[in-house]
């Protein structure tokens, strides 16, 4: 069975001038199909690696086909982790982020910081690390999903194919925006059981 392209799980201009329908076009219709695409090629190349879920490939990949599936993963963890309507950490979830930052304010300019911060391509995550919450980054196609121990509660991509198109050259802007407005921290607080690899995964 192929991987396939996951439909948004919203409307493509349900965040208004946040992230443009033109973005999602390009970064959902274009960047992620495209990974779904090559992935899938290389797959149908090597019946060694057929009949391998997107984890199982992404933790036995290297190179090519692991930069290929960690993306569709990525990506797939990346929408989810956004959310047109605003939503705040509550209950368990903001009680991890008082004892691991101090506030809610406080986590979101430490995610900011290492959005901004980390050099060229990557993606900016907040993952779950021996029971506490860390902020940290991988580079290129690199997924938490690679690291053991890395259990993912939300994700930010940081290509700049993830902005352009509505903040040009400006990752701050768009960092703080999604940051402070499109975050899904209900999505973030399900990812606390640990499962959160699943929830982007696909069966091969
Ligand atoms: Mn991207």
Redesign the pocket.
Known sequence: MAFVLPDLPYAKDAFGDILSVETFDF?HGK?HNAYVVKANELVAADASLQGKSLVELIKLAKGGLFNQVGQIWN?TFYWQSLSPTKTAPTGELLAKIEDAFGSVDALIEKLKAEAVGHFASGWAALVLKDGKLEVTSYHDADTPVAHEGHAPLLIV?V?E??YYIDYRNLRPSYADRILKEAINWDFAALNLDGEGADRADQPG
């Open positions: 970064h960047h990506h991509d290509w194919h993830a």
